[in-house]
């Protein structure tokens, strides 16, 4: 084993309410051009940090609002389909969306929303990091303390790192590739697609994998 | 009674590894100050959070302090009429009680230690403080109620004030002003700890029926809140008439009694003679036992306000692992996730549907309520609190 320990760190969100709203399609069109990237990743990518362990629907806040509150399935199916950890960049999901968007509103203009129809109201994450106090040499260390960590290490190491940051596959694949030099494991870590799963589940086959690699490992 | 917990004690209910991390984000911080200003010690849900935080911020090493800002008779009637104001009740608010305001806040401003790294201020009666602030130090609003539509002349003269601290926090999205400051969105909490959540054995929770006369031999519906025409009790027994033509069972309406002018309660409780199976109970003062019993006990819990704050209520009962259906008054969306942890709805014929759904398939009761219970443990206790103002602390104050 060479290298430095990976060291967990989690992190507690904030979330600040921007001085941007949207009250039906046309102005979500307007907004999603307007404001920035952070709040971009806040309503799609971040979105996992606080989604239920239990299905809920929609992926993302933007397929979610035009779903509940627009009542526009359509519109709703197609958001839902926008893979912000597909997408390049959070510039490049920003043009899907909008082109999303507007490709909608070609073919079905907007109506006037009804009676009691919420705003769309956007938001910024701040996430401050914490380090969980877990640190890994090896590969079973590294296993244990994912089951431990706090779940917002996931949110950390995996979507920050790699979608926001552009840490590579994220830090657990990069670490396992390059201190544990497994890069077969690593190459399994870093095809974990945390698209319309939780954070929980995300963690539950990242374990499925370690395990696996460890089982390997003692056969050997 | 609140005891004193540490936050090791959350260990046992908070979500796996929050606790350590609670712990390292407290060592980081370990030497900064913060000071809670409020207009009570008291009184409601606040103070219940703050009695709860303050000690454990200090045993984490942050230096905390609780200050209550004091005025005459007069300074505590016009605060009220003010926050009511603010809330978007017509009231009439003349300059002289804003002069007044403003010489309390002075007079406070001189004799409460408010040298902070951090100074939170609670609500509305605290909220000229900031005119009195030192060059050191930032200054955080906290308004826990709603300041969507303020009576316009009231707050064109407060909004400025307001402008003055570093930040606002507000309860839920729906509840926040413009204005020219960053505006944050802190959720309230559960104190899972609390005599109104700790967990409860059902021979305890027996005897609390059996006090308040609740009958233990059918199912019951519970609709906890104040006897209040905004909190719809009639509304209510109008859906229980619904399912009970399909259903064997009772219907709880517990709270307080009304202030004066509102004569729900005496309409309820004629509504209520009419049928045993309606039971009207008038909570003692400070009834939390009785509430953790009677949410522990009922079958699903209803909350259906025509009107509400961010309604915790409906965290508290999710907590005790019961589906909550209910309105989309306030923060009460924020909290229930339809068809997961219970459903919202918009009438009394969909409480009944959604009510007679869950009955028609009690496996759903069992599973909506679990879902519940897991999301008010990621997401509403008072531990994602304190990471909340832990997060605060370390991002304004660096």
Known sequence: MSGEPFVFHGGVDLKELLPYEAHDVRQLLEQVGRVPLESLFCHTAAALLHRSTQPTGYPNDFAHWTGHEIRDQRLAERLAAIDPFESGSLEEMRGELTATLSDHLQHFPPSVPGLGVEPFRFFQTHLVPVPTGHQARTLREFRDALAEVDVSALFYHLIEARYRLGRGRGDFAEWVAAALELPQVAERLGAIVPYGGSLERIRDRHLTVLTAALDEQQRR | MTSVARLDDYRQVAPRGAVDLLLRLGERLQGRSLVNVSGSRYRGLTIEVLNRLVPILNDLGIDTSWEVTIGTGDFESITHTVARALAGTEQVVTDAMLVRLREVGEENAKRLRLDADLVMVHDAAPLLLVESRAANGRWLWRCHHDLSSPQPQLWNMLRPVAQRYDAVIFSDARFAAPLSVPRFVIHPSVDPLSERNRDMGRSEQATHLDRLRVPRDKPFLLQIGQFQRSHDPLG????????????DLRLVLAGSAPGSGDNVLAEVQEAASQDPDVRVILLPPDPQAEMNALERAATIVI?????????????AAMWKGKPVVGSLAGGIPNQILPGVTGYTVETVE???FRIRHLLGNPELIGR???AGR??????????????DYLALLAMLTK
Do not use: C
């Open chain 2, 368 to 370: 909506m309520g679990a």
């Open chain 2, 374 to 387: 897991e999301h008010i443990r990621r997401n509403f206790l008072i531990t994602r609190h304190l990471g």
């Open chain 2, 236 to 247: 209510v027994i109008n859906a229980y008439r619904l399912v009970k033509k399909h259903y």
């Open chain 2, 303 to 315: 909350y259906k306000p025509l009107s509400a704050g961010f309604g915790i209520n409906v965290s």
């Open chain 2, 350 to 352: 969909g409480a009944a």
